[in-house]
């Protein structure tokens, strides 16, 4: 198996989705670093050695948002990780001692099949309980490719342009940021692909199904009525005894701060409930004014 070059955090990501409860060893190296560079050769021979495992390499100062995650400060430095979560680590150019821990751990691996299925099983009900909330986090939700200021296809930016010409209120989600959602939304909704236009958490259907409701005036009657920010401020901080406004989610934090509220938040065993303000460009904007 050959070493995959990372480039991108929505990379990563998509790679540490698809392995399941493999193995993968991250390598965090630099091109100013000779021993990261020559640590690179190792990690060429290794993935030819281990078949079962996952490995890639990512420069450290390129990706930052996947460095800062996993808490790197120096290059060469190896990362473990077993359904996304660190098992093991290694700082330095220690070839001999990075073997090892390949070794071991790839051992450890392949004793693991009933948990790794049981992994795989709650990751699954997590998506699924994810996605239930994602349709429903606001009355009008689009699925897009991109963002209501940057649509990265024309189907997106159809519906977001027919969107805008209505008055109503509605808050989107860039399929593009995560690969999980991309690909589950597909299933949870039985629509096969993007845009996808939510309305109280039911499907109303992709552009053309749109479209179509539009030239016949059924849209209108369908949308419900734009609601000042000021009262989805209020509706919102009301929605639950506490609740969070961080970048992205609990399961998949998009800033070092956001991730350690959701850490202390979870030592205390308090239930709560997140608004990802990433999400919602007014919102985040009238949050920090405040």
């Known amino acids: 198996m050959e070493v995959k070059v990372v480039s991108e955090k929505a990379n990563f990501d998509a790679i540490a989705t698809s392995i399941g409860g493999k193995l993968l060893v991250v390598h965090f190296w630099a091109s100013w670093s000779e021993p990261s560079k020559l640590m690179n050769e190792v990690l060429d021979e290794l993935a030819k050695e281990h078949q079962n495992v996952a490995f890639v390499k990512i420069e450290a100062e390129s990706v930052p948002d996947v460095t800062v995650d996993l808490k790197v400060s120096s290059v060469p430095t190896f990362v473990f990780l077993r359904a996304g979560k660190e098992i093991d680590r290694l700082a330095g150019a220690n070839a001999p001692e990075l073997s090892k821990k390949v070794a071991q751990h790839a ?29 429903s986090a606001d009355r009008v939700m689009v699925f897009i490719k991109g963002t209501v200021e940057e649509p990265r296809c024309g189907f997106s930016r159809q519906l977001v342009d027919l969107l805008n010409g209505k008055d109503v209120a509605y808050s989107h989600f860039n399929i593009l940021a ?14 096969p692909s993007y845009p996808q236009l939510y309305v109280d958490g039911e499907l109303v259907g992709g552009l053309d199904i749109v479209q179509e409701l539009e030239a016949s005036g059924e849209l209108d009657s369908m949308l419900p009525k734009k609601v000042s920010l000021e009262d989805r401020l209020k509706k919102l901080v009301n929605s639950s005894p506490v609740l969070l406004f961080m970048k992205g989610s609990p399961e998949a934090p998009r800033c070092g701060f956001s991730r350690t509220v959701c850490g202390l938040l979870n030592e205390t065993g308090v239930e709560y409930s997140t608004f990802d303000i990433l999400q919602d460009d007014e919102v985040r904007q009238r949050s920090e004014e405040r």
């Open 107 to 135: 051992v450890a691996a392949a004793t693991t099949t009933t948990t790794t299925a049981k992994i795989s099983a709650d990751e699954k009900l997590d998506l699924e309980t994810r996605l239930k909330k994602l349709v």
């Open 178 to 191: 995560d690969p999980a959602v991309r690909e589950g939304l597909k299933k949870f909704s039985n629509w």
